[in-house]
C-alpha cells in the first residue's frame, strides 16, 4: 500500500488501569457505541492467553472487519515504543482511521507511552546516528516521509480506570507487579502494585473510579480525596461497568504533556505553598497549603534541612513503617561483563565455603532483627506514626555518609524506595547545566555546603505537620555530630571526605555507586580490551 501523508494528526486515548479494574468493559463501549470515530485499537496483553483481546474478538464490531492491532512481545511500557511506531504507521496507511485507542496492560506506566509523542522524543528518533536495525531505520523513514512523529499521532486523553472495591488495599500494599501477575521479565519483580498505581493516577486527565456501588458512600469519598490530593488537576468520575458519556474519553483535547507531567500533587503542591509562621513561633517559617487545600481537609508540605540525616538512625526510623526498597551500587554498570566474572571464578569457588560460613555467622547475629516485617506489621506501624496519613511523598536527601551523591527518595502508600541519585551540583558543577536553569540551581545554594540538603515532599489526608517534622528532624545529626561532620569535611577532596565520613557514622542503608567505583571499572574494562585484542 502507497504511504500517504496526513494532513492532521490522528487522536488517541491512552487507556491504563490494573487487569481487573473495568479497562475492557469500556473499550468494548467504544467499540460498540455509534460515536462516528472509525477506531483502531493497539492492545497489548503480557500473559500467553490475551483475555481482554478475546473478548473484543467476540463483539459484533469485529465481525464487522473493524481493524483490531494486537501485539505480542510484552510489556507497553518497556518494548512498545518501537513497535508502536511501526503499527502507527500501518494504521495511518489504512487511510480510513480517525482514531486510535492504546489500550495499555496492568503494569503499564502511561507516562513512558505518553512521552513518544513528545516532540523532544520525535526529533531524537528523526535524527539518530547510524548503528540501528535496518528494519528500525526503514520505520523512522516511513516516520519522516509522514511528516514526522507528531505527524502521525497525537495524545488527546490520558484515562485511568481504578477499581473502587481494591483502591484502599492497593494502595497499603507491599506486594510486587510480579506477585500479582507473574514476572514476564519487564520490571514487575522490581515495581510494587502501589507504586505503579499512583504513577497511573498521577498522570491521568481522568481517572474513572469504577465499581462504585460496591463500597460505601463514605469509603467512596475518602477514596475520591485520595485521588485527588494525588492529581489536584485531573477530572473525577465514579460508576459501575464504565457507563459514563463517551465524549469524556473521546476528542477530549485535555491532554498537555507538559501540564501532565508537572500534574502530580507532590509536584502541585510546591506550586501551591506559601510561606508562614511555623506553629506560633515567628523566627521559624515553614511552607503550608493554600486555603483551598485546607478546605478539602488536605495538607502538604515540603520538609527542608540544611543539616545531614545521620544515616543509621534515619534508617531505623524509617525501616519500620515502610517498606523501604533500596537499589544498591553496582548493578548495570560498566565493567561488570563475563570476562570479570570469568577471571574472579576460580577465587569465588575457593571462598565458597568461607561465604557460607560468614553468611551463617550473620544470620545467627541477626536473628529477629534480620526478619522482614510483614505487610500487616508495616501498615500497623505506620498507621500508629505520624507517617500514618502520607499518601505519597518525594525529594532527596543529604546523608552524612554520603558526600558527594544526594539520595532520591520516593514513597507511595507502605512503600519506600531510596537510591543514590545525581551528584550535588556542588561537587559536579554546572558546566553541563542548560543556560535557562543556572539561575534557579544557583538559589539553592548556601554556604559552606551548596545545594547540599534535604527537600522532600509530603502530600495525604490530614497530615501530622509537626509530628512528621519532629521525627524527621530527630534523625538529623545533632548538635555535636554536626559539629564533628563540620570538621571532617573542611577538606577540599570531596572522594577522601566521602570515605572519611563512611568511617565515623553507621549507615542502615546500601552503598551506592561511586565516582571511584566507576573509574575503577572502566579501567579494568579498558585493560580486558587490550588483552583480548
Known amino acids: 500500500m502507497t504511504t500517504s501523508k496526513r494532513t492532521t494528526p490522528i487522536p488517541i486515548t491512552l487507556l491504563s488501569g490494573f487487569l481487573g479494574s473495568g479497562k475492557t468493559t469500556l473499550l468494548q463501549k467504544i467499540l460498540t457505541a455509534d460515536h462516528g470515530y472509525k477506531v483502531a485499537v493497539i492492545i497489548n496483553d503480557m500473559s500467553e492467553i490475551n483475555i481482554d483481546s478475546a473478548l473484543i474478538q467476540n463483539n459484533r464490531v469485529c465481525q464487522k472487519e473493524e481493524k483490531l492491532i494486537q501485539l505480542q512481545n510484552g510489556c507497553i511500557c518497556c518494548t512498545l515504543r518501537g513497535d508502536l511506531l511501526e503499527e502507527l504507521v500501518r494504521v495511518c496507511e489504512m487511510g480510513d482511521i480517525n482514531y486510535i485507542i492504546i489500550e495499555s496492560t496492568g503494569i503499564a506506566e502511561p507516562m513512558q507511552v505518553a512521552e513518544t509523542f513528545a516532540q523532544e522524543f520525535s526529533d531524537i528518533l528523526l535524527n539518530m546516528p547510524g548503528g540501528i536495525a535496518e528494519e528500525e531505520e526503514a520505520i523512522l523513514k516511513k516516520v519522516s516521509q509522514m511528516g514526522g512523529l507528531q505527524a502521525l499521532a497525537k495524545i488527546d486523553t490520558c484515562v485511568t480506570v481504578v477499581d473502587a472495591l481494591n483502591f484502599l488495599s492497593n494502595i497499603n500494599t507491599t506486594k510486587f507487579l510480579a506477585d500479582r501477575w507473574g514476572d514476564s521479565g519487564q520490571g514487575e519483580s522490581e515495581r510494587t502494585i502501589t507504586d505503579l498505581m499512583v504513577d497511573q493516577i498521577e498522570f491521568s486527565n481522568l481517572v ?96 527542608r534541612q540544611r543539616r545531614p540525616f545521620h544515616p543509621q538512625r534515619l534508617y531505623e526510623a524509617l525501616s519500620s513503617k515502610f517498606m523501604v526498597i533500596e537499589h544498591a551500587g553496582g548493578e548495570g554498570f560498566p565493567g561488570q561483563g563475563e570476562d570479570g566474572d570469568e577471571e574472579e571464578e576460580d577465587d569465588d569457588e575457593e571462598d565458597e565455603g568461607n561465604d557460607d560460613d560468614e553468611e551463617e555467622e550473620e544470620d545467627e547475629e541477626d536473628g529477629e532483627d534480620g526478619e ?112 564533628l561532620y563540620q570538621k571532617t569535611t573542611k577538606g577540599s577532596n570531596a572522594l577522601e571526605i566521602d570515605q572519611e565520613c563512611t568511617k565515623i557514622w553507621d549507615d542502615g542503608f546500601e552503598d551506592w555507586m561511586t565516582f571511584a567505583d566507576v573509574d575503577e571499572e572502566e579501567e579494568e574494562e579498558e585493560e580486558n580490551d587490550e588483552k583480548k585484542s
Not at 473525577?236 to 502530580?264: H, M, Q
Open 208 to 303: 474513572i473510579l469504577n465499581k462504585k456501588s460496591l463500597v460505601g458512600k463514605k469509603k467512596l469519598q475518602k477514596i475520591k480525596k485520595m485521588i485527588h490530593v494525588l492529581n489536584p488537576l485531573c477530572k473525577i468520575v465514579t460508576t459501575d461497568y464504565c457507563d459514563i458519556p463517551l465524549k469524556s474519553v473521546l476528542n477530549t483535547g485535555l491532554y498537555d504533556f507538559e501540564k501532565a507531567s508537572t500534574a502530580a500533587g507532590w509536584l502541585q503542591s510546591i506550586n501551591e505553598m506559601t510561606v508562614v509562621e511555623g506553629f506560633g513561633d515567628k523566627k521559624r517559617k515553614i511552607l503550608s497549603p493554600t486555603p483551598e487545600t485546607v478546605e478539602y481537609n488536605v495538607n502538604n508540605f515540603v520538609y
Open 372 to 483: 522482614e516485617l510483614s505487610e500487616a506489621q508495616i501498615n500497623a506501624n505506620r498507621a500508629n506514626s505520624s507517617f500514618g496519613s502520607v499518601l505519597r511523598s518525594k525529594g532527596f536527601i543529604w546523608l552524612a555518609t554520603r558526600f558527594i551523591v544526594r539520595g532520591e527518595w520516593s514513597s507511595a502508600g507502605p512503600v519506600l524506595t531510596v537510591k543514590g541519585g545525581l551528584p550535588w551540583f556542588d561537587f559536579s558543577g554546572l558546566d553541563d547545566v542548560p543556560p535557562e536553569a543556572i539561575e534557579l540551581i544557583k538559589k539553592d545554594f548556601e554556604k559552606p555546603y551548596g545545594d547540599r540538603r534535604n527537600e522532600l515532599v509530603f502530600i495525604g489526608i490530614g497530615l501530622n505537620v509537626k509530628a512528621i517534622t519532629k521525627e524527621l528532624d530527630a534523625c538529623l545529626l545533632d548538635d555535636k555530630e554536626f559539629e
